[in-house]
């Protein structure tokens, strides 16, 4: 690939010119967005069409010479659609990438590509809907999900990330009265601020710029079910006043509407800041907090739950074993004692991840301490002084990049899960793809 034009020749940003030399030589004009050589990002202003003739070629073309998978490095024998250790989409000059690129994002991408094949890889990795716990913290919490389930109160479900809240909001609903009813999630932190009442309440069409048609919002879907309100510190301090109103009496109004709505629905939050604190900062309403946390369940973190990580590091490796269709036996004793030993930080899904990518990637029967991948490495190219060595900012752009690339290996390229998994948002992937020129035309 040769960028024409580009910033060290002209200073143009906006109008480049790159040329694709594959069976015949096309250039394709762009904009560039962060140019450094061997890592340049550019915003294509072709059609889909263009684009995917030209730089899909170009990137099968790239992927086969190389004969190696560029997701997980497995070796390639023949031109196959995706590898067969990974399962990643390696040939990208079917038409399908024309609708890919059309609405541009890369989650859908993979999962548009991979058809039945993504089917089976997404029910292999599904988040998995039991629970496990044998430790008496959560021995506990499981008697509060069994207890709190039949009432219709409010439930506030407090814990460090990948801790479970979710699930346990999910374990209640599904224990209620309203199990056969929805169960509608809504993410306080990923909505921006000013669009989290019309995500709630919905709005009249006319309501407010480019409300073109009435919608109804999630608490009207989760009308007979339960809503989830995740991440409620992050919600904005008016929009708390309405939700206060909504618990105490059950009634709203669209956005734009006067008319007074009822719904039915239990309203279940979770939140991973202390909202007490939040409350003496004037940042969360006391009497919201009042209402929410007459019933309140605290999720231990995972250090804290005994055995139970190595209850549930045998139990994924069994599960992920099968579902990948391996034939691994368990983890040796090292392996064991590091998962007993590690602090989890990142709680279950750092478990569970942390499992499914030993599971992917191992060739042995017994997953090894080497497979768990648990320490953070040194940047072996540093010069070996201790200096280097302990360079904190180094390692810790060493260790995003990692865990970004074994995200995208693990979630297939689907940008809500790498989110997920990393416990960031998918603005922040994005950001971070950047940064790493993860996703990008391998030169
Ligand atoms: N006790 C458990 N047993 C099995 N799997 C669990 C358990 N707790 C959590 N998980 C799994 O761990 C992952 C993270 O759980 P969940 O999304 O509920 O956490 P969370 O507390 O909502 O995280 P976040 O704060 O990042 O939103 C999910 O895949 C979930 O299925
Ligand atoms: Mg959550």
Redesign the pocket.
Known sequence: MKIKNHPLDTCDNDNVEITFETDSVVSLRGRMLNYRPGHSVVLFKESPETLASTIGRYITKKIYEGKRCPYCKERLFDEEKSCPKCNMYLDFTSPDIIKILKDFKIGKVIERLTGTEKEKIERGLE???????TSEA?KKVFQLIRKFAPTDYPVLII??????????ARAIHERSNRADKPFVVVNCAAIPHDLLEAELFGYEKGAFTGADKKRIGKIEYANGGTLFL??IGDMPYDLQSKILRFLQEYTFERIGSNETKTADVRIIA?T?VDLDQAVKEGKFRRDLYYRLSVLTIK?PPLRDRGE?PVI?AKYFVERYSKELGKNIKGLTADALEVIRDHPWPG???EL?NTIRKAVVLTDKEFIDVEDLDLKVKCNPQGSGNGEDILNLKRNIEDLERRLLKEAFILAKGNISKVA?ML?ISRPKVYKLMEKHGIGEIPE
């Open positions: 988040e998995n809907k039991e629970m496990i716990g959560m814990g460090e990330t990948g801790t479970g809240k979710e699930l346990t995740d991440e979770a991973n999720l139970d549930m709680n279950v899904r569970i997920k416990g």
